[in-house]
């Protein structure tokens, strides 16, 4: 297990998984829910990105106040870092996605998303609204609004700019569109087949204090959310600390606040409130015909409630139930059928789930399903339905005895991700299905349905499909199901490299979901590329088996190009071919995360000298750098403590270190003397990005030099070669303007300045309508050998094969002359 690996595995050693499918029924989340069935009311927060969310204060809203409350990120943090592994882009959107549920389940808040994609930095809201598609993103938020139907709407960032990102400002003006918007018939009305107009009371602005920036006054409508909630035994400052330490992704544990804490607001749209945040809007059952004498049955009943036998109160659940069901408020009759409904359930001692037999199912194959039931209270209770299977006059659920059911079910369509079934573009997912839109996750992922006769009348639920095995060491852990591909097919590589026209092996990693499966797997190459064999067939591959496939692949001429091969699998005689790869992500404070990327990789081809050949590598907060020098043919050894303390450092012709490891390994401050030791005796030291805050030690370089939060977001920025003698930009590579062709999602970030004038700067870019900056590339002779620091987002470059990308990296591996 690499470094990386074992700090995820490290994080948190129990098994998080996915939280058990029944809801709780303890005693405290009885009592919780007993209050929020006599409140009707709804706050939905907006913000930009995973993180940026106000945790104490949507604890506080949903379990303080008991107002149903939502969070809209507007992305999935598709565009930030990874401090605790290698994936970025989409597959950091899916962890940090599965953070954000975490982290409602501990405060209380439901979570919706929008389509837009999480690019990286912005500037200024105009870039990031071009990116995002203005109009089908504010549609998004139109969405979310009419379904969510919040009475008040808060947004974490105002619309002039003081939360510094672009993205920021962008989520504030979306949100304030969208409040007239959403209730406008005009707007969007394709929308109105499935759901209502909506006119929410207000807009606010959640004002803040970060850093050296302060936006709360004394004169401001503020809040106190650090009170005490004896239920559940924590302040609100408490339950904040334990859902954002959720976003381990992003490093933001955090330490629990305790005591009096306020939030402060102002009213953008609206009436401002004087009182309480929902001033105006009734929240009790008198905001709906004939609710008042639902909210007087439900205080009766609280007020008899025995908590030692909650059975007991069933019977007048039920006649409540029939009277909720009535309510001409659909939207609220809706809400509040669902929870009471579950809260009968936890009343009457109810307990059911259902699991598959096994984690993983081809398409189409039946899913082995075994449902449990139990009533811990008594045997008043009737299952009437499961899974498709009828009892008639129902099956009595004796007291407290265990009930298995055996079932099945078809696997009907494969559990990609609904917003990655479709190739989309830089600023958004393509999203086919209007009602998909804001669900933090698949609506149609697998689920079981039950009936149960409660006091004479039936009463339906759901429960997600589940696979539940025991770990020895940690107990029972619940993961998705996953419906797969008959056959999947990854390529050894994601990008293959050619600087000559040499042949290539290409080895494609086969794995069957099915039995007895057979077929043929083939690669579909760009034009005048030549593929041996055509095809490899295979036979009577069982479920679980994997095997490779060796294809020899080679380019068409010496033109410099880049260009995609896919793999194309058919299995059975089916007319279907499948080019679907399968990738897992595992970590231990979330579910099992399984995708069906396209099973392609980048072709590039170019003109590409190398220099040097052993490589030596730190680890940072994890990177994809290590796997694309190997591809062009470097011997890279990741480098350990001790072999860098006691070890030969002078056999390596560079040392590369992972980007933000100034930031995430405390041990490069003793290990840094050792390393400009190295450069001293003739070394190539080669330091990749770093965040300008928490860094281990300011000595990086042989010389002083600043790390500061500046950055290129543009990754068509001119740029303007400073320097072009220098040796980095003419061995064993001449560089030009064409190699900064093709870059992706930014130039670079975090930027040295104040560097000592030992150092030289190669290269200067910047931002439309921004000055220069000159700190994205330094190196300086020190000794014998050379140091470079680097913000060039080369941890992105690389992976996405970006040609000029490679051709500059490899001149900064190339180990130095020195002049005698």
């Given at each position: 297990m690499n470094r990386i690996r074992l700090i995820a595995a490290l994080l948190l050693f129990t098994q998080f998984a996915i939280a058990q499918t029944a809801p709780p029924t303890d005693i405290a989340t009885i009592e919780q829910n007993f209050k929020k069935l006599n409140v009707l009311g709804s706050v939905l927060y907006v913000a930009a990105h995973p993180d940026d969310e106000n945790t104490r204060l949507l604890a506080y809203l949903a379990q303080e106040k008991h107002y149903r409350t939502g969070y809209l990120s507007i992305t999935r943090g598709d565009g930030g870092q990874n401090l605790i592994g290698n994936e970025q882009s989409e597959l950091l959107g899916l962890i940090r996605t599965q953070e954000l549920l975490a982290a409602r389940k501990v405060d209380g808040a439901e979570q919706f998303f929008t389509r837009a994609v999480d690019f990286g930095f912005s500037k200024g809201p105009k870039e990031t609204l071009d990116f995002w598609n203005e109009e089908k993103v504010l549609g998004d938020v139109v969405w979310v609004i009419r379904k969510f139907r919040p009475d008040v709407i808060i947004c974490r960032f105002p619309t002039t700019g003081e939360g510094g990102h672009g993205n920021h400002t962008a989520s504030a003006m979306l949100a304030e569109e969208a409040f007239a918007a959403a209730a406008d018939p005009k707007r969007f009305?394709?929308?109105?087949?499935?759901?209502?107009?909506?006119?929410?009371?207000?807009?606010?602005?959640?004002?803040?204090?970060?850093?050296?920036?302060?936006?709360?006054?004394?004169?401001?409508?503020?809040?106190?959310?650090?009170?005490?909630?004896?239920?559940?035994?924590?302040?609100?400052?408490?339950?904040?600390?334990?859902?954002?330490?959720?976003?381990?992704?992003?490093?933001?544990?955090?330490?629990?606040?305790?005591?009096?804490?306020?939030?402060?607001?102002?009213?953008?749209?609206?009436?401002?409130?004087?009182?309480?945040?929902?001033?105006?809007?009734?929240?009790?059952?008198?905001?709906?015909?004939?609710?008042?004498?639902?909210?007087?049955?439900?205080?009766?009943?609280?007020?008899?409630?025995?908590?030692?036998?909650?059975?007991?109160?069933?019977?007048?659940?039920?006649?409540l139930l029939d009277k909720v069901e009535k309510v001409n408020d659909t939207y609220w009759r809706t809400q509040k059928t669902k929870e009471l409904s579950e809260f009968i359930a936890a009343c009457a001692g109810l307990w059911f789930e259902s699991y598959a037999a096994e984690e993983?199912?081809?398409?189409?194959?039946?899913?082995?399903?075994?449902?449990?039931?139990?009533?811990?209270?008594?045997?008043?209770?009737?299952?009437?339905?499961?899974?498709?299977?009828?009892?008639?006059?129902?099956?009595?659920?004796?007291?407290?005895?265990?009930?298995?059911?055996?079932?099945?079910?078809?696997?009907?369509?494969?559990?990609?991700?609904?917003?990655?079934?479709?190739?989309?573009?830089?600023?958004?997912?393509?999203?086919?299905?209007?009602?998909?839109?804001g669900s933090p996750e698949n609506p149609d992922l697998p689920k079981i349905e039950y009936e149960f006769m409660i006091e004479g009348k039936p009463?339906?639920?759901?429960?997600?499909?589940?696979?539940?095995?025991?770990?020895?060491?940690?107990?029972?852990?619940?993961?998705?199901?996953?419906?797969?591909?008959?056959?999947?097919?990854?390529?050894?590589?994601?990008?293959?490299?050619?600087?000559?026209?040499?042949?290539?092996?290409?080895?494609?990693?086969?794995?069957?979901?099915?039995?007895?499966?057979?077929g043929n797997v083939r690669l579909n190459a760009p034009v005048g590329w030549k593929v041996s064999p055509e095809s490899a067939t295979f036979t009577k591959k069982n479920k679980g088996d994997e095997w490779e496939e060796d294809f020899t692949l080679t380019p068409a001429g010496t033109q410099s190009q880049t260009a995609a091969l896919e793999a194309q699998v058919t299995v059975d005689n089916d007319q279907t071919a499948y080019n679907y790869g399968i990738l897992s992500i595992k970590y231990n404070h979330i579910p099992n995360i399984t995708l069906f990327p396209p099973a392609q990789a980048r072709l590039v081809q170019l003109d590409l000298k190398i220099a040097g050949k052993k490589i030596g590598y730190i680890d940072g907060a994890g990177d994809l750098v290590q796997d694309a020098l190997r591809q062009v043919g470097y011997d890279v050894h990741p480098l350990t403590e001790n072999e860098i303390l006691n070890g030969?450092?002078?056999?390596?012709?560079?040392?590369?270190?992972?980007?933000?490891?100034?930031?995430?390994?405390?041990?490069?401050?003793?290990?840094?003397?050792?390393?400009?030791?190295?450069?001293?005796?003739?070394?190539?030291?080669?330091?990749?990005?770093?965040?300008?805050?928490?860094?281990?030690?300011?000595?990086?370089?042989?010389?002083?030099?600043?790390?500061?939060?500046?950055?290129?977001?543009?990754?068509?920025?001119?740029?303007?070669?400073?320097?072009?003698?220098?040796?980095?930009?003419?061995?064993?590579?001449?560089?030009?303007?064409?190699?900064?062709?093709?870059?992706?999602?930014?130039?670079?970030?975090?930027?040295?300045?104040?560097?000592?004038?030992?150092?030289?700067?190669?290269?200067?870019?910047?931002?439309?309508?921004?000055?220069?900056?000159?700190?994205?590339?330094?190196?300086?002779?020190?000794?014998?050998?050379?140091?470079?620091?680097?913000?060039?987002?080369?941890?992105?470059?690389?992976?996405?094969?970006?040609?000029?990308?490679?051709?500059?990296?490899?001149?900064?591996?190339?180990?130095?002359?020195?002049?005698?």
């Open positions: 009305p394709e929308q109105l087949q499935y759901v209502q107009t909506w006119q929410a009371k207000r807009l606010m602005w959640n004002t803040f204090n970060f850093g050296t920036t302060n936006t709360t006054a004394p004169d401001q409508f503020k809040v106190n959310v650090g009170v005490y909630n004896p239920i559940l035994g924590k302040g609100y400052g408490e339950l904040a600390a334990e859902s954002r330490s959720n976003h381990k992704t992003q490093g933001f544990g955090s330490s629990r606040q305790r005591g009096n804490a306020y939030e402060y607001f102002k009213t953008i749209l609206g009436d401002a409130p004087k009182e309480e945040l929902m001033d105006g809007v009734n929240t009790t059952w008198d905001r709906v015909k004939n609710g008042s004498e639902i909210g007087l049955d439900i205080a009766g009943i609280q007020k008899n409630f025995d908590l030692e036998h909650p059975d007991k109160s069933v019977p007048a659940l039920v006649k993983a199912y081809a398409l189409h194959d039946s899913i082995e399903v075994r449902s449990q039931v139990i009533d811990r209270y008594n045997d008043k209770v009737k299952l009437t339905t499961v899974d498709g299977i009828h009892f008639d006059g129902g099956k009595v659920i004796s007291t407290n005895e265990l009930q298995t059911f055996n079932s099945k079910v078809r696997a009907t369509k494969i559990t990609q991700p609904y917003w990655l079934e479709e190739p989309h573009g830089i600023g958004s997912y393509i999203i086919k299905n209007q009602q998909f839109v009463i339906r639920f759901e429960r997600q499909l589940v696979y539940k095995y025991l770990n020895p060491a940690v107990g029972e852990i619940y993961q998705p199901v996953e419906v797969t591909p008959p056959v999947t097919a990854n390529m050894r590589n994601q990008v293959y490299i050619f600087n000559s026209q040499q042949p290539q092996t290409v080895q494609v990693k086969l794995k069957s979901f099915k039995n007895v499966a057979a030969d450092l002078s056999v390596y012709d560079a040392i590369v270190v992972g980007v933000r490891a100034y930031n995430v390994n405390p041990r490069l401050a003793i290990e840094q003397p050792k390393l400009l030791e190295y450069v001293k005796n003739g070394g190539n030291l080669l330091v990749q990005y770093n965040n300008s805050q928490g860094l281990v030690t300011r000595q990086i370089g042989p010389y002083p030099f600043k790390v500061v939060n500046e950055r290129v977001t543009d990754e068509n920025a001119k740029i303007t070669i400073a320097d072009p003698n220098n040796p980095v930009l003419n061995y064993p590579n001449k560089i030009g303007q064409a190699d900064f062709d093709g870059w992706v999602q930014e130039r670079g970030l975090y930027f040295t300045k104040d560097a000592d004038p030992q150092y030289q700067k190669v290269l200067q870019m910047a931002d439309p309508g921004e000055a220069p900056k000159d700190g994205s590339l330094i190196t300086t002779q020190y000794g014998k050998g050379r140091f470079v620091y680097t913000s060039l987002s080369f941890f992105r470059q690389l992976p996405a094969g970006v040609p000029g990308a490679y051709r500059l990296f490899i001149n900064l591996l190339n180990k130095p002359k020195v002049n005698p």
